[in-house]
């Protein structure tokens, strides 16, 4: 009996862990200089627009905020602003209803940073369009305040890579879209996150496209077993993740007017800014095999609309530095 009780109460307690805690849609506005969040529906569903304003999380101290990413774990916001010297974090905590930052701090210094990611171990991936640099400052890094990124990726050993747009990242690959050089340095490139002996003597050797359809690219974003992203004007594309060699891209919508950022919700949704119709869509991306022409629905209004992150407050470990 007593075991029982036990049980149930794990079991209890683990449904948080799966999923059902509250999360929150985090955008940026350029346009503004302001970063804003609406709180997710309790039962799971997908964000709508309702009418109800956006609420602002940062309101100064930022200039140009575009691309944005979250660390669940750490409580990390990492805002890439590319009109301050440097990659910026603040810390994120949520009692439930509202979100809130505390002060910031910059964790890459000397760096022009349009788009960042972060992976699961909360190691930041970061693209320096200027320099033509995929940048990384490793979760250790920050807690140890080194400011100086490494470099996984510089143009000028690696022809894929020209003035790079939006990344995304996991545990083991890098994701980038180049603004610049198709169709000869491609659309979206993977590579390695972490240099083998193989691409320590050879850059490119990492280094995959996986598709080349698009002269400027600017927001990816990894869906389950997708890969979606966002060109200048009107469409947002989908590839399959394991795409090696001969790669179909699917138009998953024309409909945009200038798409930015996307976000995977973890749950099956994707959010999508679009900056001109100042507002973020989503859509069901859990699908098998791409569609095209997906009905977008609208979730959430916001002037500029253009990066996107989605803060689960459910996985925040205490004991973790923030
Ligand atoms: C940001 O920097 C760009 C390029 O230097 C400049 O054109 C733009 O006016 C700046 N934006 C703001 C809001 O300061
Ligand atoms: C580097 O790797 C690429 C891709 O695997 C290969 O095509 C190229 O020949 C290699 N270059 C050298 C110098 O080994």
Redesign the pocket.
């Known amino acids: 009996m007593r075991t029982s009780c036990v049980f149930l109460a794990l079991a209890v307690q683990g449904a948080a862990g799966f999923g059902e805690s509250q999360k929150f849609l985090v955008v940026s506005s350029p346009a503004t200089g302001h970063l804003a969040y609406a709180k997710f529906p309790a039962d799971g569903s997908p964000l709508a627009a309702d009418g109800q304003a956006m609420k602002t999380l940062i309101k100064s101290g930022l200039v140009f905020p575009q691309g944005i990413a979250i660390d669940n774990h750490r409580g990390r916001l990492f805002v890439a602003d590319p009109n301050q010297t440097g990659l910026v974090m603040y810390p994120l905590t949520s009692n439930g209803d509202t979100l809130s930052v505390g002060g910031s701090k910059i964790i890459a210094d000397n760096v022009q940073t349009r788009a960042v990611s972060v992976d699961g171990l909360g190691n930041v991936v970061f693209s320096d369009e200027p320099t033509s640099r995929i940048l990384r400052v490793s979760a250790k890094m920050i807690d140890e305040g080194t400011t100086v990124p490494e470099v996984i990726y510089d143009g000028s050993a690696v022809p894929s890579l020209k003035s790079p747009g939006g990344v995304a990242s996991d545990n083991y690959f890098v994701y980038w879209l180049n603004k610049a050089g198709a169709p000869q340095a491609g659309t979206l490139i993977r590579g390695l996150q972490y240099a083998t002996a193989e691409t320590i003597?050879?850059a490119?050797?990492g280094?995959q496209m996986l598709a080349n359809n698009a002269l400027k690219c600017y927001g990816v974003c990894i869906a389950g077993g997708n890969l979606f992203y966002t060109d200048e004007t009107a469409k947002l594309y989908g590839v399959n993740r394991a795409a090696t060699s001969r790669h179909v891209v699917t138009t998953i919508s024309s409909q945009l007017q200038a798409p930015r950022g996307c976000a995977h919700d973890g749950a099956g949704t994707v959010y999508v800014a679009d900056k001109t119709q100042n507002a973020v869509f989503q859509f069901a991306a859990n699908m098998d095999p791409l569609e095209p022409n997906t009905a977008l629905a609208k979730a959430a209004d916001l002037q500029g609309a253009f990066g996107l992150a989605i803060f689960d407050a459910g996985y925040i470990s205490p004991g973790l530095l923030r």
């Open positions: 003597r050879n490119t050797a280094v």
